[in-house]
């Protein structure tokens, strides 16, 4: 497969470097040369140094050969332009581009079809972040809440802090706690690698759990785990932007919502766009505003401005000042580790929340959603069960009997839109949704294969 990616930025960037270790022909365009510079350093892909919108640009990267392109720039209008040209001169088969502002996404069934602006798929970061943020407030306790099969199954990631009172306690224990509630811990990040646990496998502080439930009883798990009692009332968000005024919108009949930003006109567009919002033209950054505000008393402090730097620093006064739980927005890579020390709950990447819609559209045979996990180290994937009465390589087969690389795992199974979780002596059947957990993604290729249609499959061996 060949790719080509315009704009090297955050997205852009992060898409190359999950890809560039797979059996992918990446090649990645963008006008600034010290940008292309430094993705050479870090990555091994072609790189063009250029604009995204020239057909000799285009033409130089490839993309007569291109499976597919993937516009990325800081522009929608340059991204729009691009998929047009890749269309109508090069014939790419698949276009996906990043479209940010809501004067197209408003009309985006009409404009982005195969009769007028030939674009496969939008991508809109700020829509996929706030859905993101709002899944972990309706969650407290969580760090990510990734849902499979049409909300189904879930996929929930938390920490275990030290002096947590699970600390010691095996797999086997945590089942009997949780009764008759169908729960499983997937996979556990411990010192900078993945364990797949056992049944004798006991936790410890600092490990970063990935555990697997029906979608309608991971808050229930959360209470008996990791004592989650209480679900926020309250949430003060700071940043007037789109993130802000959308996580807003997305909370404002739920829970008791306060936006701060520093513009006294934004503050008042705000306050005209938000019904049970209270709006607060302030500097997020002061002690006194803060404490005026009550943060001690405040569930939620997430920061959410263009500012990594105000971000990060806003959360950890909150913190300071007694908020319960703070969230901040980190869009640069540098500060990922100052960030995962635990000074910040929940620490937001925004190419992360992109980068799995963007792989769904990349993996082969019938997988239908990606999630992306660890910053790029791991995967987990909903894929289908094809059988079209051809003999299939899973259809029939328990799951101990399925040749799996030993980096992955079957997790989960929605059968019929009932969920499943996946043990030894399950005998999967065409037409499951298969939820699968990969911590080596150079095995993915395989995993993939599993999961193609069995007359791809018998072409493929032919062909070999």
Request: charge should be negative.
């Amino acid at each position: 497969m060949r790719i080509i990616i315009l704009g090297a930025g955050q997205v852009g960037f992060t898409v190359a470097n999950n890809l560039a270790h797979e059996d992918i022909d990446i090649t990645l365009v963008d006008t600034d040369q010290s940008v292309i510079n430094a993705a050479c350093e870090h990555l091994d892909i072609a790189t063009i140094c250029g604009n995204a919108t020239h057909p000799d640009v285009l033409e130089s990267a490839g993309i007569k050969q291109a499976d597919m392109i993937i516009a990325a720039t800081d522009s929608d209008e340059c991204n729009i332009m691009a998929c047009q040209i890749a269309h109508h001169l090069f014939q790419v088969p698949k276009k996906i581009a990043r479209i940010r502002a809501q004067a197209f996404l408003k009309v985006k069934d009409q404009l982005f079809n195969s009769e007028t602006i030939p674009i496969d798929v939008i991508i809109n970061p700020e829509e996929e972040i706030v859905e993101f943020i709002k899944s972990l407030i309706l969650h407290p306790g969580a760090q990510q809440v990734l849902s499979f099969a049409d909300d189904s199954l879930s996929l929930v990631e938390t920490n275990v802090k030290a002096g947590h009172e699970i600390i010691g306690s095996s797999l086997k224990e945590m089942t009997q706690m949780l009764g008759g509630l169908e729960a499983r811990i997937a996979a556990i990040f411990r010192n900078g690698s993945i364990v797949i646990p056992n049944f004798d496998t006991e936790v410890q502080a600092g490990d970063r759990l990935f555990f697997i439930a029906p979608s309608k009883d991971i808050q229930e798990v959360l209470r008996i785990i990791f004592n989650q009692n209480k679900h926020y009332k309250s949430v003060t968000i700071a940043g007037g932007g789109r993130i802000g005024l959308g996580l807003a919108k997305a909370l404002e009949n739920e829970l008791q919502v306060k936006i701060i930003t520093k513009s006294p006109d934004k503050a008042h567009r705000l306050s005209e766009q938000l019904d049970n919002t209270i709006v607060l033209s302030g500097d997020a950054t002061d002690e006194a505003l803060l404490l005026d505000e009550n943060i001690d008393r405040t569930d939620v402090f997430c920061t959410v401005t263009n500012d990594d730097e105000t971000n990060i620093l806003c959360a950890m006064l909150a913190k300071s000042l007694g908020a319960q739980t703070v969230m901040s927005l980190v869009d640069r890579t540098a500060y990922m580790s100052l960030v995962d020390n635990g000074s910040i709950d929940n620490a937001i990447y925004p190419q992360h929340t992109t980068i799995g819609r963007i792989l769904t559209l990349i993996r082969r045979g019938s997988i239908s959603r990606v999630h992306s996990l660890l910053r790029g180290k791991a995967e987990a994937f909903e894929a289908t069960i094809q059988d079209n009465g051809t003999k299939s390589t899973i259809a029939g087969k328990q799951i101990k009997d399925i040749k799996l690389p030993a980096s992955a795992i079957i997790i989960g199974v929605v059968r019929e839109g009932q969920p499943i979780l996946a043990k030894n002596e399950l005998i999967l059947i065409g037409g499951d949704h298969v939820i699968v957990f990969v911590t080596d993604k150079t095995t993915i290729r395989t995993v993939e294969a599993l999961f193609q249609p069995p007359k791809s499959l018998i072409g493929k061996l032919n062909a070999l």
